[in-house]
Nanobody
Framework: QVQLVESGGGLVQAGGSLRLSCVAS????????MGWFRQAPGKEREIVAC????????YYADSVKGRFTISRDNAKNTVYLQMNSLKPEDTAVYYC???????????????????WGQGTQVTVSS
């Protein structure tokens, strides 16, 4: 059973930065496509960013492109989300998720992910 633990959320002013981390237990991390999702109150969960096993391919939602960077360190079983130039509309609970499969492809839909973290709150004040 793989467990994901997120950290790094908090309260920040608009224009500020935060770095989210997600540490995975187990041996499947290096063969897992990893994604960051977010869910704001009253809204559906949406993909923010995704990264393949090797980090060779990444995906960003249009709303965060140029501001957020996803990366991973397979030696540390950790995936990161660097968030810069934060906006109030980035306020949400951010979730880390993993897809363990033999196919190293970008995954955009939440149902494609096998395991999830508990979420970390990010609040951006104006």
């Amino acid at each position: 059973q793989v467990q994901l633990v997120e950290s790094g959320g908090g309260l920040v002013q608009a224009g500020g930065s935060l770095r989210l981390s997600c540490v995975a237990s187990g041996r499947t991390f290096s063969r897992s496509v990893m994604g960051w999702f977010r869910q704001a109150p009253g809204k559906e969960r949406e993909i923010v960013a995704c990264i393949t096993w090797s980090g060779g391919s990444t995906y960003y939602a249009d709303s965060v492109k140029g501001r957020f960077t996803i990366s991973r360190d397979n030696a540390k079983n950790t995936v990161y989300l660097q968030m810069n130039s934060l906006k109030p509309e980035d306020t949400a609970v951010y979730y880390c998720a993993g897809n363990y499969s033999p196919h190293e492809v970008i995954r955009l839909a939440s149902y494609e992910y096998n395991y999830w973290g508990q979420g970390t709150q990010v609040t951006v004040s104006s």
